[in-house]
């Protein structure tokens, strides 16, 4: 919970974060190696210097460092779990919804579990996506089209497996579909930055929610194109938030188009947890203000009203998140740093 | 070769070496629209006196597009080989995830297609050079309208004015002239045959109507490559922990080796 100077409560939902092991006893090859060392680039070039952590802490952060940093030195009241597998750089993956599950079950108010599904997995592939479904009751899963399966590289929403695949989330009720779009590892013959099989989904598939993860950056043009004219198309602004730091006037830039073609009512807050932290993003997030000639030029404001439905209110929407009721059930159950131990624990028991 | 024409060559390289410096200048980041050897992506030079070269070639991640590593590679190639005493090419890619590939594709002579057979049957590199030429004509234009807006330039005043009147603007601020030489460059290439200074990158007028939408268009296109541009210098320098203290590493400094060093270290480090 993030309060205003004016003693107003803002409720936070983090629509982006992750629980991974990139340590090396879990990377497979070079690959896994050399991702995490990317990962860390990211944390290292757009954190402010206090809150770059050692490298080794980076690799395998754990769970008990992650519920502190959201909920106990951060702002959010609740955040959602988007998984990266990546089975084939990493020995047990590198963030899955089972590890994710057991911050989950000791926490059921503070996480939104996703789940994760692969066209190329065929048949298979769906049957996981039920058991995901009665399982954990996940509303949502994050695509990673950029992956790699033996030898593809990637794919599309536009394949045929994916429409397969899509056509069942609608029919379990999986209706948010996060789909990482922006800066990413190797568009080969694949172009894994462009967002143009967005456009199609949406279109095709008008009760899903397509959550387009970094705003499709650096294709901003093509994704706010699109968004326009889908309006079942959302930002999410993980990576392009931090620069709010390094490059404000750039995020100024940023954030003005999207204010201008999405509107308030269509981005959501994501802190990429572990790569930047929501203490320092959601303090500079709320103390930032967009600079007058932005506001005349564009018509737009990011204003405490659009600040309120991105850092939680959108998200809220998209997963059925009764904001009142859940924040009394949050205060009123609110695990303190006394339960450390346990989260050790919780740690020790997905292997950290 | 005898002795003392050996003893000769110390100089003689370091002056090559500069040659091949200064021709790598020309070759950019068709994504950045900035020179390799600006962005930092020249490791070191290596001239011998067979006029054969080996350059040293970084990027700011393992996982950098392998089209636009292949492109660049390829692009430093030709343009180090049309330096008249040049024998030899080698363009080392360090520390990316198709370093052998690449190394072993350009060293073969090989097209992009036929390194990447398996990968990117459908890759048109061409096509992508072209792409982002256009958005590097449109960045350029952005920044020369934008100048001349800040100067109080009425719309209309820029829509008429033509390129042997922009070509000839007095210009006193060195990076403002610098930006106008390289839209004229640029212009040459793209915006069709008319005497407008500004139209769009195929050629089509922009009109007092259009202009702000135009305009808007140019501002997208910026906006992304900036997000490129400052991603891509923080990763290269978290990567290689070697920020640039007084500006950009300078020609002494390549020629020294003391930037190659530095990044051989990182290369260790990468491999352990």
């Known amino acids: ?352 | 070769m005898s002795t003392p024409a050996f003893a000769d060559a110390a100089p003689s390289s370091a002056a090559r070496a500069a040659e091949v410096w200064a021709s790598l200048g020309s070759v950019t980041d068709p994504e950045l629209d900035e020179p390799v050897t600006e962005l930092r992506f020249v490791t070191g030079i290596e001239v011998d006196a067979e006029g054969r070269v080996h350059i040293g070639f970084r990027l700011p991640t393992y996982w950098c597009a392998a089209n636009f590593a292949f492109l660049m590679a390829d692009d430093m190639r030709a343009a180090v080989s049309s330096l008249p005493w040049v024998r030899q090419v080698t363009v080392d890619l360090r520390d990316h995830m198709y370093s052998d590939t690449i190394n072993q594709g350009l060293a073969r002579g090989h097209s992009f297609k036929a390194t990447f057979a398996e990968e990117a049957a459908d890759e048109d590199l061409d096509e992508l050079r072209r792409t982002f030429r256009i958005k590097a004509y449109q960045r350029r234009q952005e920044a020369v309208i934008r100048h001349l807006l800040d100067r109080g330039w009425a719309v209309t005043d820029i829509l008429d004015l033509d390129l042997p009147h922009l070509a000839t603007l007095p210009i006193a601020d060195p990076e403002t002239l610098k930006l106008r030489d390289r839209y004229l460059e640029i212009r040459r290439e793209w915006g069709g045959t008319s005497d407008n200074a500004f139209t769009s990158a195929e050629g089509e007028p922009v009109t007092p109507a259009t202009f702000g939408e135009y305009l808007s268009l140019l501002r997208r296109v910026r906006i992304n490559t900036e997000f490129n541009g400052h991603l891509c210098r923080g990763l290269l320098q978290a990567r290689y922990d070697d920020a640039p203290t007084e500006g950009e590493p300078t020609l002494a400094d390549f020629i020294a080796g003391r930037v190659a060093k530095r990044e051989m270290g990182g290369h260790d480090q990468c491999r352990k």
């Open chain 1, 1 to 352: 919970m993030f309060k205003t100077a004016e003693g107003e409560e803002i409720f936070i939902i983090d629509g982006h974060t992750h629980l991974w092991d990139g340590s090396k006893a879990n990377q497979k090859n070079i690959h896994g190696a050399q991702f995490i060392d990317c990962f860390y680039g990211y944390h290292t070039a757009l954190s402010p210097k206090e809150y770059v952590w050692p490298k080794e802490k980076f690799d395998n952060y754990g769970a008990e460092t992650m519920y502190n940093d959201l909920f106990v030195d951060g702002y959010d009241d609740m955040a959602i779990f988007q998984p990266t597998y990546l089975k084939d750089f990493y020995v047990n993956g590198f963030n899955t919804i089972e590890q994710n599950a057991v911050l989950k079950e000791k926490y059921p108010d503070r996480f939104i579990l996703n789940g994760a599904w692969d066209p190329r997995d065929g048949e298979a592939g769906i049957e996981a996506l039920h058991e995901q479904v009665e399982k954990y009751k996940i509303k949502g899963c994050k695509l990673y089209t950029a992956e790699w399966k033996g030898a593809s590289k990637g794919w599309k929403l536009t394949d045929e497996w994916a429409q397969r695949y899509m056509a069942e989330c609608v029919k379990l009720g999986v209706k948010n579909i996060h789909v990482h779009k922006g800066p990413t590892i190797l568009p080969l013959n694949r172009d894994a930055f462009d967002v143009a099989d967005i456009d199609d989904a949406a279109t095709s598939f008008p009760e899903l929610n397509f959550i387009v993860e970094h705003c499709g950056l650096p294709r901003l043009d093509d994704f706010c194109w699109i968004a326009v004219q889908e309006p079942n198309v959302y930002g999410g602004l993980a990576v392009a938030l931090p620069f709010i730091h390094s490059r404000p006037d750039y995020f100024n830039q940023v954030i003005s188009e999207l204010l201008f073609w999405l509107g308030p009512d269509r981005l959501l807050y994501g802190s990429d947890y572990g790569i930047w932290s929501p203490k320092w993003l959601v303090e500079r997030f709320m103390a930032h203000e967009l600079p007058d000639t932005i506001k005349k030029d564009k018509g737009v404001d990011l204003n405490l009203e659009a600040k309120r439905k991105i850092l939680g209110l959108n998200a809220a929407k998209l997963y059925d998140i009764d904001v009142a009721t859940h924040r009394a059930r949050i205060t009123g159950s609110a695990p303190a740093r006394a339960e450390e131990n346990t989260m050790a624990q919780v740690a020790e028991a997905i292997g950290d």
